[in-house]
């Protein structure tokens, strides 16, 4: 049936660049063979999912929506994608995103823009965003063309689309999920987590995929919890933080409501609402737009014509001319400013000044959680300042994209649990989002306030 849903609304969406079906019926089959033999069909057994096309999948294209990587197929496997099929799942495609995971509106891939399937009432016929970067798994759940997607949050890629498009997503304590084989933007930030309908599905597709990896330095030697079995939407003796700092101008008046309205479904679950303070939440931003691009310049420098993907080798050119004439025709335009960008910012002149303030700045904002813990059990924010907007509406507008991400970077930086939970439309009708954030590895206080307001 999702195959057919692909088959039939893909060409408008654009949220798939490579639908497989037979991986999903491949999936399907082997669940079938183990159901009748009576074995363990596996937490995922059988579940046909959307994969982002930033996992590397064996013998299946991986792109980063970007040109440089286009006809790149994989030798390997990721392990987060490896760990969905091994507990059942089968994938129905490689979904579409924001060329190398930068973006949040999904108009920076190079295979064009995915569509949300959400339109605003009365509002014309005008394309609206799925967000960015995991915008094709945002647009894929929301439409039916797949039950759950895996998404990758770098700095709100994964709660900014699912906010746009009506949908639950988690991103993980940082180390969660294994980075192995996920093409890698922000190496100290990214970080994969679910896409999927509700938060129970959430909880299942969370536990396939986290679990420590040998291959991954970063990643957490903790075991996973059983989510599932641990969600309770009972927040009897829980303290929910409201952090004064996000109440920002520009903020939509009807987020801020819904943010009030979030407050009151925690109090009926049983939770105490209280004030608390993150005081350099408006540095975190500026300071994500640093070293965000910082890192990407030098993950991005493997991209150099030999080892992947395109190569461009104009007539009698050397090596440089092949590295330039790559690199310039591979990347996009969004591309090239993170690595102009992060260049700048790790340049012997400028070090001190930007990356090294930066850093300085992750540390004080990573400071401002911890010392909130001591007055809460999680937080509640908005995800996003505004609804999604139309397609094309922002694309020449950088600085407004980014502000996009401004309730979304803060938790990134500091490596903490973050979820968007859908919280009823605007009188446009279109979706809103609430994000709650946990204390580190409290996956489980993140998911139970998370049910609490579903
Ligand atoms: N929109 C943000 C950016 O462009 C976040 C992207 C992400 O989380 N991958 O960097």
């Given at each position: 049936a999702f195959n057919a849903n692909v088959a039939a609304a893909n060409a408008q969406l654009?949220?798939?660049?490579?639908?497989t079906p037979e991986k999903a019926l491949e999936a399907a089959d082997k669940t079938d063979a183990k159901r009748a033999k009576g074995e363990d069909l596996g937490i995922m057994g059988g579940v046909p999912i959307g994969m982002k096309d930033l996992f590397a999948t064996r013998g299946v294209q991986t792109t980063a929506a970007s040109h440089i990587l286009e006809g790149f197929v994989p030798q390997y496997e990721s392990t987060v994608s490896q760990n969905l099929w091994n507990a059942g799942a089968g994938m129905l495609g490689k979904l579409n995103l924001d060329q190398f995971a930068?973006?949040?509106?999904?108009?920076?891939?190079y295979f064009g823009n995915v569509v949300n399937p959400w339109r605003k009432?009365?509002?014309?016929?005008a394309a609206m965003s799925p967000g960015g970067s995991s915008g094709g798994s945002s647009s894929a759940v929301a439409a039916r063309l797949a039950p759950a997607a895996t998404g990758t949050d770098t700095g709100g890629s994964i709660r900014q689309p699912s906010a746009f498009a009506g949908i639950t997503g988690i991103k993980p304590t940082?180390?969660?999920?294994?980075?192995?084989?996920v093409v890698a933007f922000a190496s100290s930030l990214d970080q994969a987590g679910p896409m999927a309908r509700d938060v129970t599905d959430c909880a299942i597709m969370l536990e396939a995929m986290a679990g420590f990896d040998?291959?991954?330095?970063?990643?957490?030697d903790m075991p996973v919890p059983q989510w599932e079995a641990g969600l309770?939407?009972?927040?009897?003796?829980k303290r929910i933080g409201i952090p004064?700092?996000?109440?920002?101008?520009?903020?939509d008046q009807e987020i801020l409501d819904s943010w009030e309205r979030g407050k009151e479904w925690l109090r009926d679950a049983g939770a105490e609402i209280v004030d608390i303070s993150l005081p350099h939440t408006k540095y975190a931003l500026p300071a994500y737009y640093i070293i965000a691009p910082a890192e990407a310049s030098s993950n991005l420098?493997?991209?150099?014509?030999?080892?992947?993907?395109l190569r461009d080798l104009p007539d009698g050119a050397g090596l440089q001319d092949m590295y330039a004439a790559t690199r310039a025709e591979g990347f996009g335009d969004e591309v090239k400013r993170r690595i102009l960008i992060g260049t700048y910012v790790l340049s012997a002149g400028f070090y001190d000044a930007y990356y090294n303030q930066a850093q300085k700045v992750r540390a004080l904002v990573a400071r401002d959680f911890e010392q909130a813990w001591e007055h809460c059990d999680v937080i509640l924010a908005p995800?996003?300042?505004?609804?999604s907007f139309p397609l094309?509406?922002?694309?020449?507008d950088p600085l407004t994209m980014y502000l996009n991400d401004v309730f979304a970077v803060p938790a990134s930086l500091a490596g903490l649990p973050a979820m968007s939970v859908p919280a009823g439309l605007n009188s446009d009708g279109l979706p809103l989002g609430l994000q709650i954030v946990g204390k580190p590895f409290d996956e489980q206080g993140v998911l139970n306030a998370g049910l609490a307001i579903e």
């Open positions: 654009n949220a798939f660049i490579v639908p930068m973006g949040s509106s999904n108009e920076t891939s009432a009365g509002g014309g016929n940082y180390g969660r999920c294994s980075r192995w084989g040998p291959k991954d330095a970063t990643s957490l309770n939407a009972d927040l009897a003796g004064r700092e996000y109440r920002m101008e520009g903020t420098a493997r991209y150099d014509g030999v080892r992947y993907g995800t996003t300042p505004t609804a094309g509406s922002l694309s020449d």
